[in-house]
C-alpha cells in the first residue's frame, strides 16, 4: 500500500512507519525568489516535544505546530488557521504538516492538512509530499521505484539509504530540491525511544551504504 499527496509547495517529503521505528525525510532547499535564487542552508525537519515535524506548504504554520503539538495537534492547527491573519486561509489548508509520536510504545506519524483533516499513517504505507514543480507523470515513476526498492528493505538503514535515494532522484528532475537529506527518526528497535537525526548529501549516504557503514 502507498499514498502519494498533492504537492503544494517547492518541497518534498517521505512519510515511512515501521513496526520498531519512523521516518519523516525531507530535502533542505529553500527557494528565495521567483527567479530560482535559493538556500540550502535552513532545516525544513524540526523536532517536537513528542518526535519530528516536517511538511510543504506555509513554512511559519509549519514551525509553529513543530513547536506547539502539546495537547491536541489537531485542534492546534484549526487555531491557527482561524486567527492568523498573514495568510490566505487557502495557503493554510493547503499546507501538508506531518508529526511522529509515540502511542502505547508503537511509532506512529499523522499528516494534517487538505481541509481540516487528521490522517494517521498505516504502517508499511510510504506517504509523499511531492514539489509542485514536478509533474505527477514524473513524480510517479521516481515514487514507483522507491516502492520497490522499499519492498527488498530488510532494515533500517535500508529504508534510510532507499529514501536518500527517492530525494536524490527528485532533485535531479526539479531544481527546488536539493540532494541534502535530513532524516527523523524515532527507533524503537531496542524497546526504548532514540530519537535520531541526520542530514547529509546522497552522495555521502551512498559511499557510507556502499562501504556496509552504519548510518549512526
Not at 76 to 81: C, E, F, G, Q, S
Not at 143 to 151: T, V
Not at 154 to 170: F, K, P, W
Request: proline share 3%; hydrophobic share 30%.
Amino acid at each position: 500500500m502507498d499514498k502519494i499527496l498533492k504537492g503544494v509547495s517547492m518541497s518534498v517529503v517521505l512519510n515511512l512507519v515501521r513496526s520498531s521505528y519512523s521516518i519523516i525525510a525531507t530535502d533542505s532547499r529553500i527557494m528565495l525568489d521567483k527567479v530560482g535564487r535559493y538556500t540550502d542552508v535552513y532545516p525544513k525537519l524540526y523536532p517536537s516535544n513528542i518526535g519530528w515535524v516536517s511538511g510543504t506548504g506555509v513554512g511559519e504554520f509549519i514551525r509553529y505546530m513543530a513547536n506547539n503539538l502539546s495537547g491536541s495537534p489537531y485542534e492546534t492547527y484549526k487555531k491557527y488557521i482561524r486567527s492568523n491573519k498573514d495568510y490566505s486561509k487557502e495557503d493554510l489548508e493547503k499546507t501538508l504538516i506531518s508529526y511522529s509520536y509515540i502511542y502505547r510504545n508503537e511509532t506512529r506519524i499523522k499528516y494534517l492538512g487538505q481541509e481540516y483533516c487528521c490522517v494517521k499513517i498505516p504502517k508499511e504505507t510510504p506517504t509523499a509530499f511531492p514539489p509542485a514543480d514536478l509533474s505527477e507523470e514524473l513524480h510517479n515513476e521516481i515514487y514507483d521505484e522507491l516502492i520497490k526498492r522499499l519492498k527488498n528493505s530488510e532494515h533500517l538503514d535500508d529504508d534510510i539509504y532507499t529514501i536518500a535515494n527517492y530525494i536524490s532522484d527528485v532533485s535531479q528532475s526539479c531544481k527546488s530540491v536539493s540532494s541534502i537529506c535530513d532524516f527523523g527518526i524515532i527507533d524503537r528497535r531496542l524497546g526504548k525511544s532514540e530519537r535520531v537525526n541526520i542530514r547529509e548529501d546522497f552522495s555521502l549516504f551512498k559511499t557510507k551504504y556502499d562501504s556496509n557503514s552504519a548510518f549512526y
